[in-house]
């Protein structure tokens, strides 16, 4: 079982980051932002692995990037200003 909304999400917070200054890029971050996003988008489950390949596709058609942009950049926004990794919002790598 898998939510295949988490691979869209992820993909596009690969996508997004290049967009966002300053946003961390620590695993903490990274897994807070996709949590916050996740939590705010219909979760669409399927079954099998070839499913998840079907439905990502339908998804991006049914539900679109946009619904998942203005998610994640909602989630940068609420991470950076309070992140897990210490005082820093940034940090440099
Ligand atoms: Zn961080």
Known sequence: MKNVVENLVLREYERLLQTVPGACTCALCKEDVMVYALNRLQPHYVATPAGEVIAGVE???????????????????VVAAAPRHGKRATKAR
């Open 59 to 77: 998804m991006e058609k049914v539900q679109g990037q946009a619904d998942i942009a203005v998610a994640l950049m909602d989630a940068f926004r």
